[in-house]
Nanobody
Framework: QVQLVESGGGLVQPGGSLRLSCAAS????????MGWYRQAPGKQRELVAA???????NYAGSVKGRFTISRDNAKNTVYLQMNSLKPDDTAVYYC????????WGQGTQVTVSS
């Protein structure tokens, strides 16, 4: 069992940056594969970026080159650095942890608007 708490969302202008954090507790963080998903109004939840327990990463095509996922196992935290934000990036962003089961955080709102 793992508990996830996201933070770092907010309102940003197009072209701006945000860094999301997801703090994990309750289990051995380093063995989990971690991911960031997002869900915009009226759309399905989609994978944004993922990082395995071994540090391998993958990204959705729409964010490749703009977003970077990383993890700090000593702090039980996974990050999503988001640069060159676009209005289409507006969504609720969710942290996900996967091993034998799948766990979700409560989400953090990211709004990109001028």
């Amino acid at each position: 069992q793992v508990q996830l708490v996201e933070s770092g969302g907010g309102l940003v202008q197009p072209g701006g940056s945000l860094r999301l954090s997801c703090a994990a507790s309750g289990s051995i963080f380093r063995v989990y594969d971690m991911g960031w998903y997002r869900q915009a109004p009226g759309k399905q939840r989609e994978l944004v970026a993922a990082i395995t327990s071994g540090g391998s990463t993958n990204y959705a095509g729409s964010v490749k080159g703009r977003f970077t996922i990383s993890r700090d196992n000593a702090k039980n935290t996974v990050y999503l650095q988001m640069n060159s934000l676009k209005p289409d990036d507006t969504a609720v962003y969710y942290c996900n942890a996967a091993l034998s089961g799948t766990f979700w955080g409560q989400g953090t709102q990211v709004t990109v608007s001028s």
